[in-house]
């Protein structure tokens, strides 16, 4: 799978009083089919340390849900795009709330793109 690059580092960080205290990394190792991910969990003042491993908390396949024993789950794989909407159904759900003169004038536009497109 295609995506996740192997030399990356993808981390989620947490802090107290500003200052890096627990980080999550996510790393990946490309496969044949499905990518191989690890979680780790660094903590304390080695949270900031890029080249510090830490903790591994669960690890497993891309596009399955990986359980650690202490209970933190992850899932990463190919998604849909959650930005894409389909015209007529933003425009019938933005039809009930007042809005603003220019996003009316956007969603007219975008409205008759989408008939336009039905006909063809």
């Excluded at 990946?28 to 903590?43: A, E, L, P, T």
């Excluded at 396949?61 to 209970?71: A, F, K, L, M």
């Amino acid at each position: 799978m295609r995506g996740f690059h192997p030399e990356a580092m993808y981390e989620f960080k947490g802090a107290g009083d500003a200052v890096e205290e627990l980080t999550d990394r996510v790393t990946f190792v490309d496969g044949d089919v499905v990518d191989h991910q690890r979680m780790w969990r660094i903590s304390g003042a080695e949270a900031a340390d890029p080249l510090t491993s830490g903790i591994v908390l669960a690890e497993g396949s891309t596009d399955s849900t990986v359980r650690g024993e202490d209970g933190p789950r992850r899932w990463a794989g190919k998604a849909g795009n959650p930005f894409w909407v389909e015209p007529d159904v933003l425009h019938a759900a933005l039809a009930c709330c007042p809005r603003p003169r220019g996003v009316r004038d956007l969603m007219a536009t975008v409205s008759s793109r989408a008939r336009s497109r039905a006909r063809r």
